[in-house]
């Protein structure tokens, strides 16, 4: 892949370049991305257990958020600065909605069972596994780590 990367970017010039550096990126794990993760990616909606994605020895945030929610669309990309800058956050992104749904989908089995009434919606988890915080008290949380972190002014 490499040979025929390296040929194309000779070939097609910088724009290529770009393309495959982008292709790249998104082609690596999402546990390899900082400290985000997609937690749930390719079964969106699905019910699952919370406490099998909290990490031991790092805080955990997770973000239950639907690509029909223009606040949870605004906040992915400092959600992924914050987990670059810190590094003692564990974040994993639980996308609510079912494959194929338009719209935030709030009859979503993960929906159901967290009854998320409201995206995006948090709960952090200390390093001992312990819930600390969710809904409003959470999102106070994140709010205060994104300005201590520089990201939000």
């Known amino acids: 892949m490499r ?3 390296l040929a194309l970017v000779r070939h097609r010039g910088p724009w290529a370049c770009c393309l495959i550096m982008l292709l790249l990126i998104l082609a690596l794990p ?10 749930n990616f390719g079964s969106g909606g699905e019910s699952l ?3 099998s994605l909290v990490t031991s020895g790092r805080i ?14 605004r906040l992915a990309p400092l959600m992924e600065r914050l987990a670059a800058a810190r590094r003692d956050l564990a974040i ?15 009859q979503s089995p993960l929906a159901q069972q967290y009854q998320i009434r409201s995206v995006p919606y948090f709960m952090i988890f ?14 106070q949380q994140m709010e205060q780590w994104l300005r201590d972190a520089g990201i939000l002014k």
Not at 30 to 39: H, Y
């Open 3 to 5: 040979k025929k990367a």
């Open 30 to 39: 999402a546990s390899s991305q900082a400290g985000l993760e997609e937690a």
């Open 49 to 51: 257990d919370i406490q």
């Open 60 to 73: 955990t945030v997770i973000e239950f958020s639907s690509p029909a929610c223009p606040p949870c669309v």
């Open 92 to 106: 994993k992104r639980l996308d609510i909605n079912r494959p194929g749904v338009r719209g935030i989908d709030w």
């Open 126 to 139: 200390n390093s001992r596994k312990k819930l600390t915080a969710t809904g409003r008290d959470a999102a």
